[in-house]
């Protein structure tokens, strides 16, 4: 079976508008958002000393407490977040993403993002749209294998967390996330 280009392009355009239409009836209320965020972040850092010890000099940390992924050749991942400065929610943010590929199934994970440099949250607040996967001075760091991480050795500006996965996602697909800062 031969595909065609544009009819994928099409498709996962599609996809993408779907689910950014839906996305307004899954908004939580920001107090709701702002304790489960904190909860995941008291999670990871239960987990990971090396998220505590990230955590404990970034300027600011963003975590996603529940970002959904399905997919099934195209697919789509979003979920709200929380920016906490200081240990007080300051903002809130929105992630987003299409994926295309040999992807299916469905999942969802917590994220959690440490910006360590005054210039990188700076970025993050003046930028249309923060995307994962092109800045090249963020560094993803898996929960389990992060202990080599320490204060000293920490040089990137950003450093990202996926953690508390659930549910099965298996293929290979093209995906990217956006993060935009919301209304409320």
Do not use: C, W
């Amino acid at each position: 079976m031969k595909l065609n280009v544009r009819s994928v392009v099409l498709t996962v355009v599609l996809a993408a508008t779907a689910f950014a239409a839906l996305r307004p009836a899954y908004a939580a209320p920001a107090g709701a958002i702002d304790q489960q965020a904190q909860a995941a972040l008291d999670s990871l850092y239960a987990s990971s000393p090396a998220a505590k010890a990230l955590g404990a000099n970034a300027k600011a940390i963003l975590v996603f407490p529940d970002i959904h992924k399905a997919a099934f050749i195209v697919g789509a991942q979003a979920g709200e977040g929380v920016l906490f400065r200081d240990g007080k929610a300051t903002s809130h943010f929105r992630a987003d993403g299409v994926l295309a590929g040999l992807e299916a199934g469905a999942q969802s994970y917590a994220y959690a993002l440490f910006f360590m440099s005054d210039a990188a949250l700076q970025n993050l607040r003046s930028a249309k749209g923060f995307q994962i996967g092109v800045d090249p001075n963020i560094v993803i760091v898996d929960a389990g294998a992060g202990k080599e991480i320490s204060t000293t050795t920490a040089q990137a500006d950003v450093y990202s967390y996926v953690f508390d996965q659930k549910g099965l996602m298996g293929g290979v697909a093209v995906q990217g996330l956006k993060i935009t800062r919301t209304g409320r």
